[in-house]
């Protein structure tokens, strides 16, 4: 069987594309006359004459032109081929989380990091149903949900907990109460976080009269401290961050305000989210 060398087929298809033995040689970096003997060989190998060949000239033959063409076949494949197994070993050492919610990126995002330096770790939130799809088409290895989900080919395991509460200045009228529901509310101005996740969406429905003055992060935080106005926080927020001074915080009774995370993850990524529960329950 003929053995030749992908720069060969380079080589060949150099030519076709320049015309010349000079100009595929000058794009190439190589000198005319080893061109023009590693087509030789080419030739040799494939047991067939390419190139006419007259004094001062070398053209393409009918089957030097049929075999540039198979040449650019062959080396889109070979470089179809890079790209694929290129891919597939990132896809073995990339981590790309899916969340429903901010605050469980808070804890895993380190956790994976620190069981995984070399990997690329990343993450974001989107809705439910996208991040289910990702999930389903490969592009999560695993997403967190605020309801279980049972489907073929998906595992699911309880994640942890958060409970929404009003954020109150001490003057507010509803600042005494040991529970609030969302309705309480509704109708006031609050400062509201950006970037929430489907907290997002339950407010929007939940207090659909309220004005929400949404703020970034660091805008956000800089707000509640110098402000009257109510805001929400969970409790896994004042764990992470503590309690704003002069505030008080109420919990929200409403059912929907006190949330269950899922981990959803392909079967065949169960030994990643085992590595990452044993390392979140040392933590």
Same mark, same amino acid.
């Given at each position: 069987m003929p053995v030749f060398e992908i720069y060969q087929l380079e080589q060949l298809l150099a030519f076709a594309e320049c015309g010349t033995l000079s100009g595929a040689a000058e794009r190439l970096h190589l000198s005319q006359p080893a061109l023009s003997r590693s087509m030789q060989r080419l030739e040799a190998e494939l047991q067939v004459p390419l190139f006419d060949r007259q004094k001062n000239r070398v053209a393409f033959n009918e089957t030097g032109r049929m075999a540039a063409e198979s040449a650019r076949q062959v080396l889109e494949k070979c470089r179809d081929m890079m790209l694929r197994v290129q891919a597939f070993d990132r896809s073995q050492r990339t981590i790309l989380l899916g969340s429903c919610a901010p605050a469980p990126l808070w804890e895993i995002v380190p956790a994976l990091t620190d069981l995984f330096p070399d990997w690329t770790i990343?993450? $974001?939130?989107? $809705?439910?149903?996208?991040?289910? *799809?990702?999930?389903?088409?490969g592009v999560y290895q695993f997403i967190i949900l605020p309801h279980p989900t049972e489907e073929d080919g998906l595992s699911c395991t309880r994640y942890g907990e958060e409970h929404l509460y009003f954020s109150l200045p001490p003057a507010h009228p509803l600042s005494g109460s040991r529970t609030l529901r969302m309705r309480?509310?509704?109708? =006031? +101005?609050?400062? #509201?976080?950006?970037? #929430?996740?489907?907290? *997002?969406?339950?407010?929007? *429905?939940?207090m659909p009269d309220t004005r929400f003055l949404? *703020? $970034?992060? +660091?805008?956000? =935080?800089? #707000?509640?401290?110098?402000?009257?106005?109510?805001?929400? +926080?969970t409790d896994v927020a004042l764990k992470r961050s503590g309690n704003v001074q002069n505030r008080i915080n109420v919990p929200i009774s409403d059912a929907e305000a006190n949330v269950t995370y899922y981990c959803v993850f392909r079967s065949d990524r169960r030994d990643l989210v085992r590595r990452l529960f044993h390392a979140l329950d040392k933590a």
């Open positions: 990343s993450s $974001e939130m989107r $809705e439910n149903d996208v991040l289910l *799809q990702g999930l389903r088409s309480d509310l509704n109708g =006031e +101005t609050m400062l #509201l976080r950006s970037r #929430l996740g489907f907290w *997002q969406e339950l407010t929007n *429905q939940k949404v *703020q $970034e992060d +660091t805008a956000f =935080e800089e #707000l509640v401290r110098a402000s009257a106005l109510p805001c929400f +926080t």
